[in-house]
């Protein structure tokens, strides 16, 4: 069993380190041999999370440069655990001198303090979204193995304040810097963060993440339910306050008639389960959403206690994100990679011998 820094059972993830420390770092252990790995296939995921790229997001400019210490042997993972470092390249930590003796309203400074009795408050330490960084990494090997067997992970921003995509053109999802699936409604939302930033404050959002080509059986009921991993899986993830499956909470205004999936010898009529039954994978896509809190590290001035119980005023500093919901994209895609790696190999080790049947629906044709 994984500890509170290690992720999953079979592909298991470990990693290390805080936003202001010399280095953050992780440990993959479980990946099956004879994977190609390079440090440059990390590049492109690892961009797509990065902070810097666009006038959105922090402008903290780290390398994000992958050094790949173990595990791999002629560009092939070995089956041994593979360990990556990227060393942190651009902190400034005297942003952090001011509020290292109080506690930001609505972060983890307060309970981080209260349980450890220390903190590291440098760039938000531990607690820091620079920890996802390493997240990112590992599920560069995860989608590698997914997309050997046919699955796609694919996420995009599906709530920014008060907006909702008018429409879902996936296509056009990586071709803007929010991750926004309907490009007509760019400029409107590029002016609303523009004015955001400018007053200081910041925006929670929504994100959705799907996988496509999941082979049904996958999840291990009862306390290994798929949509349970998914859900702890996604709500590991900083400021996620919320995790959906499928229709998620409007099951609660559904009657029966409406909510089921009638199956036919063509297919699902529907997915409102979000491609998940009893816990276990239909075959159908899965579909998840997230909401994320907006960043509580923000220049509007608010009222606090430090640590002797004085009340004081803050203001935080640095270069924060006025919506850290964009660039979790890239993470709710590597957490949903994660647990169907995971899945894949346990449900291998346990099922390996139970004959195949018959599928009974053809490979799922729904794309939200
Ligand atoms: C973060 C605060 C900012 C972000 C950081 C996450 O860091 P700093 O205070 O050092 O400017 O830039 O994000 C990253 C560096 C990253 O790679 O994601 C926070 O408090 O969570």
């Known amino acids: 069993m994984s500890g509170a820094n290690s992720f999953g059972r079979s592909f298991c993830v470990t990693t290390f380190g805080e936003s202001h420390g010399p280095a953050i770092g992780c440990v993959i252990d479980g990946c099956p041999p004879g994977v190609p790995i390079a440090p440059e296939d990390f590049r492109a995921d690892l961009d797509r999370r990065a902070t810097g790229r666009s006038r959105h997001t922090s402008q903290r400019r780290e390398a994000d440069e992958v050094e790949i210490l173990s595990g791999v042997y002629q560009g092939l993972s070995t089956g041994t655990p593979i360990a990556l470092l990227i060393r942190n390249t651009d902190a400034r930590s005297k942003d952090y001198g001011e509020i290292a003796e109080r506690f930001r309203p609505g972060h983890a400074d307060y309970t981080y303090w209260h349980k450890y009795g220390i903190r590291d408050p440098r760039g938000g330490g531990r607690a820091s979204a620079r920890e996802t960084t390493l997240r990112v990494a590992a599920a560069v090997l995860a989608k590698k193995l997914l997309t050997q067997r046919g699955i796609r992970v694919q996420g995009w921003l599906s709530g920014l304040g008060p907006y909702a995509p008018a429409r879902i053109v996936r296509d056009a999802v990586e071709r ?158 590597a957490m949903l990679a994660l647990v169907l790696v995971d899945h894949l190999l346990r449900h291998r080790a346990q099922c390996a011998d139970v004959p195949p049947q018959q599928p009974l629906v053809p490979a799922d044709p729904f794309l939200p």
């Open 176 to 333: 803007n810097p929010l991750f926004w699936p309907d490009p007509e409604q760019l400029p409107e939302l590029e002016a609303f963060l523009d004015g955001l930033r400018k007053s200081g404050d910041s925006i929670g959002a929504r994100l959705t993440v799907i996988a496509e080509g999941v082979p049904v059986g996958l999840g291990e009921p009862v306390y290994g339910k798929l949509d349970a991993e998914i859900a702890a899986a996604l709500m590991s993830i900083n400021a996620v306050k919320a995790v959906e499956i499928g229709d998620g909470a409007d099951v609660c205004g559904q009657r029966g008639s409406e909510h089921r999936d009638e199956l036919t010898r063509a297919g699902f009529l529907s997915n409102h389960a979000g491609g998940i039954l009893g816990g276990i994978s239909t075959g159908q896509a899965i579909i998840a959403h997230a909401a994320i809190k907006p960043t509580c590290s923000i220049l509007v001035p608010g009222r606090t206690l430090d640590v002797h119980g004085n009340e004081v005023e803050i203001v935080t500093k640095g270069r924060h994100d006025p919506c850290v919901g964009i660039r979790a994209v890239p993470i709710v895609e």
